[in-house]
Structure formats: structure tokens, C-alpha cells
């Protein structure tokens, strides 16, 4: 039998998933994405075109990669339709040319679960976690309370009564907020979204995949989020409500732990956080804003400015040790080009302490970060495409990263386009 690689952000989202993938898929037979859903934002860019995917897996512009949406993703039906419709509209209709399984476990996000999302937040007032207001909390809320509505629930002659019985409850909790709703429209691109959603082979996904492993083909499992938006080991309450981690994989594909692979960890060569909660590495000044105008670090999904920062390593190791990661990807180096001087929180200043594990009280007691100054290369480098070509001083970044996180990098980014990866070993 074969093993599950797994991709995943060590940061806190948009790492650079959605292109790597793409990237990888040829040594593939299989992408599967297994937690989140619309929450996400992945880019891909090819041949001067730019896709972002929400729910469908980043392998669907690879002829021969099947893609599955596995069952611990949250699947906004409406989302999905209008993703494949846009996809078809662009020549690429991964229906007909049968690339697309949905897991029959997998959650159905309904329109009420957004506006639950959308009235908590408003309660929470300037303490909101700054949520996509996809309905991702409250729909993982209905899962692990036993109420929630299953993609295989689609094709049950009741569907539409356990529909009505899960929003009757839901308007008698929004009855409680003061928040203005009008659900008509809504609800019939749901039900419209729902009758498309049928046409998809429906799949049990822990059969689908181990069926895969066992005639010996290579599956690659995708992350959504990032770790340190898990939602055990993240930076609670500012989280999303799912695993991002590669237990994850496990839960949301359903496959053995033994059967994990390699461990692909991705970041960014500096950091990005987008909502709200703690970033210890954060620069709220000219070097935060030139970091995002040259990186162009504005949400996907939602068009937010994400807020950067420096490396955080002390995270970078947590990440590590908590997804098992074999091989390091280093993304948007390219963004670090005109830099002077770049720098690397190493340690935080915590509670009078100098500490290198990130503690469980980052937001009442902000850490300080420990910096240390790296030269910068000072040359575009989103040109090359030799290991010989890279300047001596982004070599020796990665080397100082290697020798820290203990890990050694495989793939570097130097720009935002398929062709702009370097594989390192
Ligand atoms: P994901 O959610 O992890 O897939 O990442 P996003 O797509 O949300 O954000 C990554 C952004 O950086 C996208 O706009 C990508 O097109 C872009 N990108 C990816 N790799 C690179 C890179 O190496 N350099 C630059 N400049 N941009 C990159
Ligand atoms: P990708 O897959 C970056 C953040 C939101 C918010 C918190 C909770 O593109 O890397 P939610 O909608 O889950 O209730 O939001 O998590 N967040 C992301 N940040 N990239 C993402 O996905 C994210 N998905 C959610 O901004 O702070
Ligand atoms: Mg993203």
C-alpha cells in the first residue's frame, strides 16, 4: 500500500497552498481536501491566468488527477456551483470530464449557518474574530451537535423536512440577536445549488481513498487555514473550527494515522494574518505596509488587507512538531527582494522570561519578539530558475531557516506562476 502525503500551512492561511498543489499534482493520482471549506481562498496562476478555489481541490487543472472533497469539509452548495460554473465557463468543467467526487459525510453549509455566523460576530462588536462569514463555526457547531445536514442527506425523500427542522431551530436561535434577515433569495439558489450538487458522484470518502492506497496509487491530501488557526492548538479563540493539522487528514479523509507519508509544510518567507487575534511578529508601520503592497497581501476570498510581519520561528517549530512535517516550502521570497535588511523572530520576551516555545497566554500578555537582522539579497529573483541562480544571501536565509527549524526546505517560490518553483533537493 502506498501512504498520504499531506500539504498544509504552518501559518496562519494563505501560505501559498492552492499553487503548490497545482505544482505537485502531476506525482499524483489523487488530491483530496480534507477540512475547512469556503473559508478558503487558493490561488493558481498559469499561462497569465489566475484561478482562486474555495472548496474544490487545487489539483482540478491536472488531466489526469482525480479530486475529492472529503468528508470533514463544510461545503456551501451555492459556493461550489457558482466555483464549477466559473471553472466551465473558463474551459475547464471537471464534471464532464469526470474529475469530481464529493464525500457523502461531508457537511452542507446552509444559509441560515451564515447568518449565525454574521449575527455573532455582530455581538462580539470590536472582540470579533474577524470570521470570512462563510458559516463555517456555526455549521461545525451543527456536526459535533448532531443536528447538521450531510451532503448524502440530498438524495433522502425528507431532505427538505430535516432542512425546515434544522432552520426552525436556527431562526428561533437568530430570534434571540437583533439582526435583520430576509432568507428568500437565498434559499432558493440553496435548494437550486442542492439539485446540482446531486449530479457530482457522491463518494464514501474513507473506502475512495484507501481504495486509492491499495492499488498503489499516490494520493495528496490538501489543507485549508493554517495551523495556528487549528482549532485545538491555534491561537483560541481566534481560530477557525477545524483541524488543520495532519491528524486533520486522518479525521477528515478517514485514513489510518500509519498510513500518513510525507509532510509537506508550507510558509511564507515573513508572516500574514488575516481577522483578528494575536501576531506577535507583527509591524503595524511603513515596513508592514511596503511587506503587503509588494506582496499583495489582500484576502482571496474577502479582499482584506491581511496584516504582516516578520518569521515567527518559535511558531514555525510549533507548527512543525505538531503536523509531523518531513519537508519544508518557503513561499514569496520574491517579496523580500528589495529589502535591505529582512529579519526573524528567533525567541519572545514573555512574561520577563526569554522563551522559544510559543505560551498559552499570547493575547493578555503579548510577547515580545527577539529579532535578528539577515542581510537582504537586494536582487529580483523571480526570474531564475537554477538553484545556481540563487543570490548568496537568500541561500544562506534558508540555510539559517534549515539549521533552526531543523528541516530541510524542498521547494522555494520566487513569484506567484507555476513556473516560478525551485526544487531545492
Ligand atoms: P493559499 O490560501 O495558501 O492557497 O494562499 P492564497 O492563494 O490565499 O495566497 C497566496 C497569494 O500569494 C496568492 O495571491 C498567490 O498567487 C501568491 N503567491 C503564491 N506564491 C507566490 C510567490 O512565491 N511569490 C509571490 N509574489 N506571490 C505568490
Ligand atoms: P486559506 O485556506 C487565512 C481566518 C479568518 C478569521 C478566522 C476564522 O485560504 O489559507 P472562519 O471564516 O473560519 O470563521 O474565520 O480564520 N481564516 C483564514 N485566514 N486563510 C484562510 O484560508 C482562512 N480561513 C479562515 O480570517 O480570522
Ligand atoms: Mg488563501
Redesign the pocket.
Known sequence: MTQVDVLL?LQ????G?GKIVDVLSPQYDLIARFQ?GP????TLEFDGKKFVLNTIPSGIFNEKTMNLIGNGVVIDPIILKRELDNLKAAGHDPIAKGKLVIARKAHLILPTHQLL?AANEQRMGKDK??????G??PTYMDKTGRNGLRVGDTTLPDFKERYNKLVEKHKEILSHYEFEYDLTEKEAAFFEAIEFIKSIPHVDSEHYVNGFLKEGKKVLAEG???TL?DIDFGSYP????SNTTTAGACTGLGIAPNRIGNVYGIFKAYCT?????PFPTELDDEVGENLRQVGHEF????G?ARRCGWIDIPALKYAIMLNGVTELIMMKADVLDGFDTIYACTHYEHNGETIDYMPYDIISVKPTPVLKAIAGWKTDVTKINKVEEIPANLAAYIAFLEKELEVPVKYLSVGPDRVQTLELI
Request: aromatic share 6%; no cysteine.
Open positions: 500551512g496562519w492561511g494563505d501560505e497552498k475547512g473559508n478558503a481562498g487558493h455566523d474574530i474577524g470570521s470570512t462569514l462563510k463555517i463555526g485549508a487555514q493554517g488557526l481566534f481560530v477557525t473550527s494574518r488575516v481577522g483578528g487575534g484576502g482571496a476570498t474577502t482584506r
